[in-house]
């Protein structure tokens, strides 16, 4: 099969095979080469390293990274896909097929100690659990690609001040590189999504992006700052019941920063959430 076919025909290929995409799983296929093309240049695999697919669907994506990397572990939720991924993908003998859902997959025993690279087209509707179930489980993994919606990738690579800058923002920050490659339109997906969306790549680092003394406090104190994001940081803060620090500790130790009363959350930092952290916990 010509590498390309599977973008070109994927009407096409799910009518050979009666599949109708699932609105319980999100799916929605690529069919612009140039994206696909596009996904794995923002990647940097080589044949030296592995790859982790999440939702391959028809094997659209899985064909290139298979020309592109050491061997690619291709997991996919939905069972009815994986006979069609078996006779697309036939003939590929870096590919492996995997019927399983990500969030319970041990992703360290299946990548083993090779180096691995993640790539992804995410369904929108559980993106943010996915991208943070892997982020925390500190899976040695060098990089993260990912499709995701527009909004969600304008979150995830905000500046502070920024309407879209939250709690995703800084996660990915702490532990990532992030941005924006290139944006892909909803026409460029069957079926036509109501939202475009953004190639995101995510450089994982060697260590944190920021020392803080207690990481858990930390991303407990930012869940608190935008729980209520229009108060101010100090009222957020003494008002969320995941920290229970009296407010007046927590307006002392704003002040130490030397920031305004009225600061909010948005307005911070990651690293100044950090050393907000640490006086906090002082």
């Known amino acids: 099969m010509k590498q390309g076919y599977l973008a070109d025909n994927t009407k096409e290929v799910l009518s050979r095979y009666g599949f109708a995409a699932s609105k319980r799983f999100g799916q929605n296929f690529i069919t612009d080469v140039t994206v696909l093309e596009d996904i794995v240049k923002a990647s940097h695999v080589t044949k030296e390293e592995n790859v982790l697919e999440i939702g391959p669907g028809i094997g659209t994506l899985t064909e290139y990274l298979a020309k592109a990397a050491g061997r690619v572990y291709a997991v996919e939720v ?16 870096n590919v492996e097929i995997i019927n399983e859902d990500i969030m319970k997959t041990d992703i360290p025993s299946l990548m083993k100690d090779t180096p691995f690279r993640i790539i992804a087209n995410l369904p929108y509707y559980i993106t943010t659990p996915i991208i943070m179930s892997l982020l925390e489980s500190h899976i040695s993994c060098r990089s993260i690609t990912v499709m995701v919606q527009k909004e969600v990738g304008e979150r995830m690579t905000a500046s502070p001040g920024n309407k879209n800058y939250g709690a995703l923002t800084l996660a990915v920050g702490y532990y990532s ?35 803080v003394s207690n990481e858990t406090l930390m991303f407990s104190v930012i869940r608190g700052a935008f729980n209520q994001r229009r108060k101010t940081l100090v009222n957020a803060l003494s008002g969320y019941a995941g920290l229970n620090i009296p407010k007046e500790r927590i307006a002392e130790a704003v002040a130490d920063l030397g920031f305004k009363p009225a600061v909010r959350g948005e307005e911070l930092s990651l690293e ?10 002082m």
């Open 272 to 281: 100044q959430f950090a050393q907000l952290t640490d006086r906090l916990k």
């Open 177 to 211: 590189r992030a941005s924006i490659v290139r944006e892909v339109p909803a026409r460029f997906f069957i079926p036509v999504p109501k939202v475009d969306s953004v190639i995101v790549h995510m450089d994982i680092w060697d260590k944190p992006g920021v020392e």
């Open 78 to 93: 939905d069972k009815k896909l994986i006979p069609i991924l078996n006779e697309t993908l036939k003939g590929l003998n």
